[in-house]
């Protein structure tokens, strides 16, 4: 397996055809995943926007005092406000926003970001990612798999790495229960998150800041003879962590 960045694409606006600009500079193999950053398939979906968009409300501006209070800076309440609008949980609302974000993506203020938003002032995630790799896949000139990436913080380690957001073309996870391990001993809760694993290679290629790479193709993955499944985010039933924290509240003096 080896991966490599799509050079040479441009500016990403809204109404562009992300399958027609990678096809035209890669020469795409069947059985190829291209992994494609949220971010330009958010600028092609038109999904940036101005803070004054999301006047803020009630709620939305006591969020942004307490986070003002906690953290010692300044917080823009009517950013809360879209991290509000964007998401179907606030699972933390403190030292940060930690949400679910429409798509199912747990992550911090919703993943809307900041930065790499083509001269606005907010940039949205694809409101349903699955369904934006199931079309660059359509118009793609291959039979490939495509993977929306985004980078996230981890639970109990410092550092972001690449995550899928959505997929189209290969299962989510290989599952591997059932199977046996050297020793001959049965795998009983192996299922291992490959689309996640496909994202964090293309960001060791794409890089973050100005690389302007948001496109790789991984090329000679083999998903083997595995069962596959297409359970990526957890339910909350079996989400223990986010039960966890629901009863949690931030103490700034401990």
């Not at 798509?103 to 919703?110: D, E, I, P, R, T």
């Not at 913080?153 to 410092?158: A, C, I, T, V």
């Not at 496109?215 to 039933?237: C, I, M, P, T």
Request: include cysteine; proline fraction near 4%; aromatic fraction near 6%.
């Amino acid at each position: 397996m080896h991966t490599f960045a799509v050079s040479g694409l441009p500016e990403v606006d809204a109404g562009d055809d992300l399958a027609a600009l990678v096809s035209e500079r890669a020469d795409l193999t069947d059985g190829d995943i291209v992994c494609v950053a949220s971010t330009v398939v958010s600028k092609a979906e038109g999904r940036t926007a101005a803070l004054d968009d999301f006047p803020a409300g009630p709620r939305a501006r006591e969020i942004a005092g307490h986070l003002a209070d906690v953290t010692g800076e300044e917080k823009d309440p009517r950013f809360a406000q879209a991290v509000l609008e964007e998401s179907t949980e606030v699972v933390m609302e403190a030292p940060f926003l930690l949400t679910e974000a429409t798509c199912g993506h747990v992550g911090v203020n919703a993943g809307i970001d900041r930065s790499n938003t083509g001269g606005d002032d907010l940039l949205l995630l694809p409101e349903r990612p699955s369904e934006s790799a199931e079309r660059i896949r359509a118009g793609l000139d291959a039979d490939v798999g495509v993977v929306v990436t985004d980078t996230s913080g981890r639970p109990f380690r410092h550092g972001q790495r690449g995550v899928a957001l959505g997929w189209a073309g290969l299962p989510a996870s290989r599952d591997w229960r059932g199977e046996t391990d050297r020793d001959g001993h049965e795998l009983e809760v192996t299922v291992e998150a490959v689309v996640d694993e496909l994202a964090a290679a293309a960001n060791l290629v794409s890089g973050e800041g100005d690389g302007g790479t948001p496109v790789v193709v991984v090329r000679d993955f083999e998903f083997g003879d595995h069962a596959g499944s297409e359970n990526l985010f957890r339910e909350v039933s079996g989400d223990f962590v986010r039960q966890a924290l629901r009863g949690w509240e931030f103490d700034a003096g401990h």
